[in-house]
């Protein structure tokens, strides 16, 4: 298998998806106050997907190999929680900080995307965890272009983070997409500038670079998805699913909630 290059006709598609994946979290965001659960929000995602929308929530019974059927539409990954947190009857509180990630499927195509919401007003740690993950996705969005390689957008996330104080987490990554959730290439969010595959219009990639307040080192949950840091430090990850095109790139996951690249980084962005 190799990097498939998507056809006009596809690209429309992966549009398609990629907005109805922003609008399931522009939908969910006024929701994410103390007290609900995540079990609620994701129940409420999962109704509008699928009754207003009609996509069809990609992680409900996603079984990769060695994994059990992922049993919810929705990650919620809270505080130390890294990602794949599934689901529950826990009760989000005032100064949390939850990862929301929501796949849709759309006419057979994906689109995947997640934000940070922070609960209350947060402490500064996790609002400047927060912010400087997002800073991290976008830097890697601006380096995005043909010719440029995979190894950049890793470098200058890395650099990012750990030049912050911070640390990336190395077990996961971003993934093409398109007809299938996770395809080739895996896209580090560490690495060298200069390596890697060369990045060609038409590609689809999501960056999903997740960053914890302490150190990197992960480790997995009983329920066999959830991911937290090992050091029970906090872990913040934004993530985008991207076309290359002829001169840049196009964020796909796009909506009008969708919160702007930052001041660091917009005037990086042609
Ligand atoms: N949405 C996640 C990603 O960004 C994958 C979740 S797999 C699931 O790649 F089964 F946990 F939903
Ligand atoms: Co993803
Ligand atoms: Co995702």
Redesign the pocket.
């Known amino acids: 298998m190799s990097i498939t290059i998507k056809t006009p006709d596809e690209i429309e598609k992966m549009r398609v998806a990629g907005r109805l994946a922003a609008e399931v979290l522009d939908y969910i965001a006024p929701f994410v106050k103390p007290g609900v659960t995540t079990g609620e929000l994701d129940q409420l995602c999962h109704e509008y997907m699928v009754n207003v929308q009609q996509t069809i929530p990609a992680p409900l019974n996603y079984a990769p190999p060695g994994y059990p059927p992922y049993p919810k539409s929705i ?1 919620t990954s809270i505080n130390h929680q890294v ?1 794949h947190g599934v689901p529950g009857p826990k009760a989000l509180k005032k100064g949390d900080i939850v990862n929301l ?3 849709v499927i759309k006419d057979g195509y994906h689109g ?3 934000r940070m919401f922070i609960v209350g007003d947060g402490s500064i740690l996790a609002r400047r965890l927060c912010q400087v993950t997002l800073e991290c996705l976008w830097l890697g969005i601006s380096v995005v272009k043909p010719g440029a390689r995979l190894g950049d957008i890793g470098q200058i996330i890395q650099k990012h983070a750990e030049d912050s104080g911070f640390s990336v987490v190395r077990e996961f990554c971003g993934h093409g997409i398109g007809l299938k959730f996770h395809e080739e290439p895996q896209v580090l969010h560490y690495g060298k500038a200069g390596t890697g595959p060369e990045l060609l219009p038409g590609m689809t990639f ?1 960056i ?1 670079p997740m960053i914890n307040a302490g150190k990197a080192a992960i480790s997995e949950l009983p329920d066999g998805w959830t991911i937290v840091t090992k050091d029970r430090s906090l872990s913040a990850q934004w ?1 985008h699913t991207i076309l290359i095109t002829p001169t840049g790139f196009e964020v796909l996951t796009v909506s009008p909630d969708c919160p702007p690249p930052p001041a660091l980084v917009a005037p990086l962005l042609s």
């Open positions: 990650c990602c990630d929501i796949t995947d995307t997640s999501t999903e993530e």
